[in-house]
């Protein structure tokens, strides 16, 4: 740990709702203080020579360089926790000698305890207020933005998504939200286990599929195609 105590973090993901999600679990750690933000590697690399960083938060699957050629290209990196949501990146980010390596959506738990294995503190204590609690009792979330804020929408809630070019509505138990983002970065955020894509334009919850045929899955009485490309492993999942 730094002799001064406060570990210098520095988030990189070019997803604003996952940056939003490690910095609210940084504030809530008083031994972790965030240093900066970064949508992208080149951004990154631009801010790991302007200051010192003890802990780099690293996505993995960005544009115009990925976190693990990122990485690769550092002669003296700080200590590196991978945040990503494609799990076939594991293993190549333990041979760059990662602490650790946390799937999306990162629950608190498992969040903390990726800090603590970086630097072999298990005294290190987190702030967990009571609204922190209840969300790992009633399951993983995932936020938004929409209507200028960053709305919090629990995963079981989630009934399904729809693509409309540039934004994505998402179908909730709740109501529906419009947010400016596209169905790919919205299926990396989402945990494999629980939501398929079976559509170029949709992304349904596994939990809620009501009854489905070889064309078609019916969802809160709502029917969404099941496109040809996507059928097999649609079916294969879900059947």
């Not at 990154?44 to 010192?52: D, H, I, K, Y």
């Not at 709305?151 to 709740?174: G, P, R």
């Not at 989402?190 to 079976?198: C, H, Y």
């Amino acid at each position: 740990m730094p002799e001064d105590n406060t570990i210098k973090c520095l988030i990189v993901d070019d997803e604003p709702p996952a940056r939003e999600i490690i910095r609210r679990y940084i504030e809530q750690i008083p031994t972790l203080q965030l240093a900066g933000e970064c949508g992208n590697a080149i951004q990154a690399f631009t801010a790991l020579q302007q200051q010192s960083i003890d802990l780099l938060f690293l996505d993995i699957r960005m544009p115009q360089l990925n976190g693990n050629d990122f990485l690769k290209a550092l002669k003296n990196p700080p200590k590196i926790i991978f945040t990503t949501a494609f799990s076939e990146y594991a293993l190549e980010g333990y041979e760059l000698d990662a602490i650790d390596y946390l799937m999306k959506p990162i629950p608190f738990d498992r969040f903390f305890k990726a800090v603590n294995k970086a630097y072999g503190q298990p005294s290190i204590k987190a702030d967990v207020p009571l609204a922190a609690q209840e969300e790992r009792k009633t399951g993983s979330f995932v936020y938004f933005r929409a209507d200028r804020k960053m709305v919090k929408v629990t995963l079981q809630d989630i009934l399904y998504i729809e693509s409309m070019k540039d934004y994505i509505k998402v179908f909730t138990q709740n109501g529906t939200i419009v947010t400016k983002q596209s169905i790919s970065s919205v299926e990396a955020m989402l945990p494999e286990k629980d939501f398929i894509r079976i559509h170029r334009s949709f992304i349904v919850s596994i939990r809620h599929i009501k009854s489905f045929t070889s064309e078609l899955i019916e969802i809160h009485n709502t029917e969404l195609p099941i496109g040809k490309l996507f059928r097999n492993e649609a079916l294969k999942v879900i059947g």
